[in-house]
């Protein structure tokens, strides 16, 4: 399957462009690789790496957790405006800009923490405007640029190639905070994350400036054997699929399921401090992260088989079961079976919308049409993780937070099978 020839220039040792790889390799299965890279530094440093920055920064610095916490959100909003701009920029150019500046801003992202934690920056616009300039680079290297590289090389195999570059989250995730522990511990943390962003730097850049780029005439025909190439090149207006009633199936679906999933992550470990402890908390989300390289895997595997509208409702619905176990059920046994059911379809609720808009749409307008559904999703998710938040004070417990979020999963369910329905009937 990965030893592929006749294609017109896979089959070369050096490329046009300088890319050196062994022959027969399909060229798409190379960036997948370094679309792999690409995860593990931006869930690395970005998504799993929050909490341990507002603890370090917290002890080196005088303010207090609610700015801290304040100016990750910052890192949120910088991501919303971002995806929202590169949309355009990537159907237009391409995603090597857009994974350059990624590259750069997140970073320089981590550069300026070290220097806020060394006291080279000591304002409070500084902290925010660091983690805003980080949060508008997370585009450029995570979820959107990583399927807006791979789309235009994959078709029939799509699913299976953004499980091989989106692995590299739980990679990220299993490896730089604690990683970032152990140097922080030796070096300091100002040392320690300043070097992981000239690291991020120096990986990254070679990615967007020899790997990634998007296919030359019939070069993945095989992938795409009924378009031509000028098809697959047209592009898209925002409003041609804001005006779409399928475009707002999938992404209030997407939103909905991505929101409960962020709400549930942020969260995980204070929901299960009270049963596990500390360090059995800590192990769930080791577990949840472990078992959703699985559910990738799987869900790459079925993605060719079955309609991927079922396959997100039957998605939704498992991780909806697990938080329901998270409500009924005691004990560490329940809570580590519950932490791996929901951490099983984490990665695919990350895959399955750019995998549903290019089943609808093809590879046309494609980083445009992600770039308006990602911006609705971390608003989503900014929304239920502030929600669930705002619930336990009011209650005192996870219960009602858990309710909510199982309702999420519920109405996503309902409308991605809408969706699916109205495909069958076209």
């Known amino acids: 399957m990965f030893w592929e020839t006749g294609l017109s220039h896979t089959s070369e040792m050096t490329g046009r ?27 690395g440093t970005g ?40 949309g355009g920029v990537m159907d237009r150019w391409g995603t090597r800009p857009a ?25 409070q616009w500084q902290l925010f405007a660091v983690f805003i300039v980080m949060g508008s680079g997370y585009p450029g290297l995570a979820a959107m640029a990583i399927s807006a590289s791979l789309v235009p090389w994959f078709k029939k195999r799509l699913g299976l190639a953004l499980g091989i570059g989106l692995t590299g989250a739980s990679a990220g995730g299993a490896v730089l905070p604690p990683l970032l522990a152990y140097l922080t511990e030796s070096y300091g943390f ?27 005439t019939d070069e993945a025909q095989r992938e ?22 399928k475009f707002w199936l999938i992404t209030l679906a997407s939103a909905l399921s991505l929101g409960a999933q962020v709400g549930l992550l942020m969260h995980q470990i204070p929901l299960l401090q009270g049963g596990l402890g500390l360090a059995g908390a800590s192990a769930a989300v080791s577990v949840a992260a472990l078992s959703a390289v699985g559910g990738r895997i799987v869900l790459g595997m079925l993605s060719g088989r079955y309609p ?21 059920g005691e004990g560490p046994t329940l809570f580590y079976a519950a932490s791996a059911l929901a951490g099983f379809v984490v990665g695919c609720i990350t895959m399955l919308p750019p995998m549903l808009l290019v089943d609808s749409y093809g590879a046309n307008g494609y980083a445009t049409a992600y770039s308006m559904t990602a911006a609705v ?47 069958r009937l076209r």
Not at 30 to 38: E, N, Q, R, S, Y
Not at 383 to 402: H, I, N, P, Q, V
């Open 17 to 43: 462009d300088g890319f050196i790889g062994p022959k027969g390799i399909y060229r798409g299965w190379w960036i997948a690789g370094g679309c792999f890279v690409m995860a593990f530094f931006a869930w």
């Open 47 to 86: 998504f799993y790496g929050h909490g341990f920055y507002i603890v370090a920064l917290g002890k080196s610095t005088a303010w207090s957790v609610s700015v801290l916490s304040s100016a990750v959100a910052g890192f949120w909003l910088g991501n919303v405006v971002a995806s929202l701009l590169m």
């Open 99 to 123: 994974i350059a500046y990624g590259a750069l801003a997140m970073g320089g992202g981590c550069v300026g923490i070290g220097a806020i934690d060394a006291g080279a920056l000591t304002m």
């Open 190 to 216: 100002g040392i320690s994350i300043a070097s992981v962003g000239l690291i991020l730097i120096l990986c990254i850049f070679p990615i967007a400036g020899i790997l990634v780029r998007n296919p030359r």
């Open 224 to 245: 795409f054997p009924a378009e031509t190439s000028a098809a697959r090149t047209v592009r898209r207006s925002y409003g041609s699929f804001l005006s779409d009633l």
């Open 308 to 328: 991927l509208a079922d396959l997100a409702a039957g998605c939704y619905l498992l991780q909806a079961f697990a938080l329901g176990l998270l409500i009924v």
């Open 377 to 423: 999703m971390f608003i989503s998710g900014s929304a239920a993780t502030a929600l669930s938040g705002a619930l336990f004070d009011w209650t005192g417990s996870y219960g009602w937070s858990l309710v909510v979020l199982i309702g999420m999963h519920l109405v996503a369910s309902t409308l991605i099978l809408w969706h699916g329905r109205r495909l």
